[in-house]
């Protein structure tokens, strides 16, 4: 399957994309709704 071996990396990227860009300034992050059904919380709390 030709570009099977790429998708690994990119893969984080996709996880951590949407949590850069609903990022707090207290350094929370709130889920965005569209993936709240598959996560199962609202929002990262500040660590």
Do not use: K
Request: glycine share 10%; charged share 15%.
């Amino acid at each position: 399957m030709p570009g099977s071996q790429s998708a690994g990396p990119a893969l984080p990227r996709v996880i951590i994309a949407p949590l850069e860009n609903n990022q707090q300034a207290d350094g929370s992050a709130v889920i965005p709704e569209a993936l709240r059904p598959y996560i199962g919380f609202e929002a990262i709390p500040a660590g």
